[in-house]
């Protein structure tokens, strides 16, 4: 089952969560004690960026003089083409459940063409490691991957068989 966009956003918040938390927590200046409560962020996939918006409450202590800062304001926006790779990735995990030995490749590559993306098949086993990646030499550039399982050829066949004959 591919998952909605609602749930790839929710994920990226927990993300990005967890690492706006961890790098406030890794300023060690010995002079300045932080303390933070967990931040809450959402994010937004948009066409041709992410955003992301965040609240975050931290204490600064100084020579035993404590000051509350809060970020209830702060967002971040990066240009990915995150919504392209989920569009490509949704329609390769729904053509796999409607027909799962085939997958129109000029379609795919049509759509990778368009959005200037590339989309590299992984085997594994059973299993497809499918990247879809932005035509980028920017080492900032992420990739979205997920797994598709296929059936071997011998248990498409073997399903096949009629066992009433």
């Keep these: 089952m591919f998952p909605q966009i609602e ?10 969560d967890l690492i706006l938390n961890d790098c406030i927590n890794t300023i060690d200046s010995g002079e300045i004690e932080i303390i933070t409560k967990p931040a809450k962020s959402s994010a937004i996939i948009e066409s041709d960026k992410i955003s992301f918006k965040s609240e975050m409450d931290y204490t600064l202590i100084l020579e035993n003089k404590k000051v509350n800062y809060n970020l209830n304001k702060f967002d971040f926006s990066n240009e990915y083409k995150l919504y392209d790779m989920y569009e490509i990735a949704k329609y390769i995990s729904e053509s796999h459940n409607q027909n799962p030995p085939m997958l129109c490749m000029d379609c795919l590559v049509e759509m990778a063409n ?4 590339l989309v590299d098949f992984t085997s594994l086993a059973d299993t ?38």
């Excluded at 749930?7 to 990005?16: D, F, G, H, T, W």
Aim: hydrophobic share 30%; no cysteine; net charge negative.
């Design 114 to 117: 368009q959005r200037q993306l």
């Design 128 to 165: 497809k490691l499918i990247t879809i990646s932005q035509e980028s030499e920017d080492i900032n550039d992420f990739s979205y991957q997920f797994l598709e399982k296929y059936k071997s050829e011998t248990e498409s066949l073997v399903e096949g068989v009629d066992n009433e004959a």
């Design 7 to 16: 749930i790839v956003q929710r994920e990226l918040a927990k993300s990005y």
